[in-house]
């Protein structure tokens, strides 16, 4: 058995769990387990690679809202870990943060299993062109069905790509609100202040809260330690020093070859230059060069893996140090190591609460997208109004997650699970009429 499948396993078992505490119909639940797979394959035009196929999925979930204004919605990424199995999975998890925030999406992922370091960026657009006229073909991308968003080993860069070739298209295929198609844009193409860094800035927020309401930590000081430097980590990491918003203390980051940890605080300004110039944080001389599994091992307030799935597990949840775990990156604690940090006393915070920000933000996006245009000189005063909201959806999200976990003495991660099937499970109720 394939990881990928063991993993799925897994969550459908996780689900089943669910609905029967929640007394669901075997229709719910099938609903819930079932999703939807499209695969298809692309032969982009590469010089040299010409002769490749490339294999691509697009994954939905159920939607427990009108699939003919409230589209699926999830990220599209470029990994050599892409299988069907854990797009299945991720599309699942996406049903649940889109649930437990309020969000009216349906879930989505997608990926094509390729390493993008092994691409060219001309090589890059090529794939991503013929991937968004492949579903476009299919009628998949489209505003009012699927909007697709970054995710590992994509961008904002790689959302304007697609963006831009479905308008290209768009003579033949006539969609409503074309900008909508995709989120995570560049703001300068229609994207949404703030979306970017939605993800790190959003799982900031509900860490902060979190303390503020458990006060298992300081307010103020705590040390992190952030596995992943990409998109999340690396704006996890910027965001977290800031003193007026809140105030961490950053002593340890890695990226996939490598890790750097100093118990006084790290510079992020010094090492994002030195990862950007060197590509890896070897050889950065102000701190001390450590592995990944070692920085998960750490004795630090709060380890936030921000890369990829599955890296806390059964093999050493026992031996992590952390008093906080946050899980930024999706499925980065398995089911098994939930289970043995909550006996040791470690809460974890999930992802289908602590990662949400970024489906947040796309629905803003898509929204403002579906709507009037903005003009430039209105940035400032959407982002504003924005971020207030952004903010108070993700600390209603950690509170209600908190507070039923210790009404029911549940684990955090048990607990968001349960609210996200519960939400879910109501809307299709009244979707289908379901008993």
Not at 170 to 188: C, H, I, M, R, S
Not at 282 to 299: F, H, M, Q, T, V
Not at 347 to 360: E, F, M, R, T, Y
């Amino acid at each position: 058995m394939s990881n990928g499948d063991f993993v799925l396993k897994e969550k459908i078992a996780q689900i089943g769990k669910i609905c029967n505490s929640l007394g669901t119909s075997e229709e719910i639940f099938l609903e819930l387990t079932t999703p939807r797979v499209f695969k298809e394959k692309i032969r982009p035009i590469i010089k040299g690679k010409k002769s490749l196929i490339y294999p691509v999925w697009r994954v939905w979930h159920c939607n427990p809202y009108s699939t003919g204004a409230d589209p699926h919605k999830g990220g599209f990424r470029y990994h050599p870990n892409v299988t069907e199995e854990l797009m299945i999975v991720l599309a699942m998890g996406m049903t649940e943060k889109c649930a437990i925030a309020d969000v009216e999406f349906g879930g989505a992922k997608g990926g094509i299993a390729i390493n993008p370091a092994d691409y060219t960026k001309t090589e890059l657009r090529s794939i991503t062109e013929e991937t968004a006229k492949v579903f476009l073909k299919r009628g998949i991308l489209h505003p009012d069905r699927d909007s697709f968003g970054p995710d590992v080993g994509t961008n904002s860069e790689t959302m304007y790509w697609m963006y831009n070739k479905v308008a290209d298209e768009n003579d033949k295929y006539q969609l409503p609100n074309v900008t909508a198609v995709v989120t995570g844009k560049p703001v300068e193409h229609h994207g949404c202040p703030g979306r970017e860094n939605a993800t790190a800035r959003g799982g900031l927020i509900v860490l902060k809260e979190l303390i503020k309401i458990s006060h298992c930590l300081p307010e103020k000081g705590a040390t992190l330690a952030i596995q992943g430097f990409g998109n999340v980590g690396a704006h996890t990491a910027f965001l977290a020093s800031d003193l007026t918003q809140f105030n961490f203390k950053v002593v340890a980051v890695s990226d996939v070859t490598s890790g750097i940890f100093n118990k006084n605080g790290l510079d992020f300004t010094s090492i994002s230059t030195w990862h950007e110039k060197h590509k890896t944080f070897r050889g950065y001389k102000n701190a001390e060069e450590i592995s990944n599994e070692d920085l998960l091992l750490l004795p630090v307030d709060v380890l936030i893996p921000a890369a990829i799935e599955n890296q806390i597990t059964s093999k050493n949840a026992e031996k992590i140090r952390a008093i906080v775990v946050e899980e930024l990156a999706n499925e980065g604690v398995t089911q098994e190591a939930h289970n043995i940090l909550h006996r040791r006393g470690i809460p974890v915070i999930p992802g289908v609460a602590a990662n949400s920000g970024g489906v947040v933000m796309s629905f803003e996006e898509w929204a403002i997208n579906r709507g009037p245009r903005w003009h430039e000189v209105d940035l400032p005063k959407i982002y504003d109004s924005i971020e207030q909201k952004f903010a108070e959806i993700m600390r209603r999200v950690i509170i209600k997650v908190f507070e039923k976990s210790q009404k029911e003495n549940w684990s955090l991660s048990d607990t968001a699970h349960f609210l996200a099937i519960e939400a879910v499970y109501k809307k299709l109720k009244q979707k289908h009429g379901y008993k």
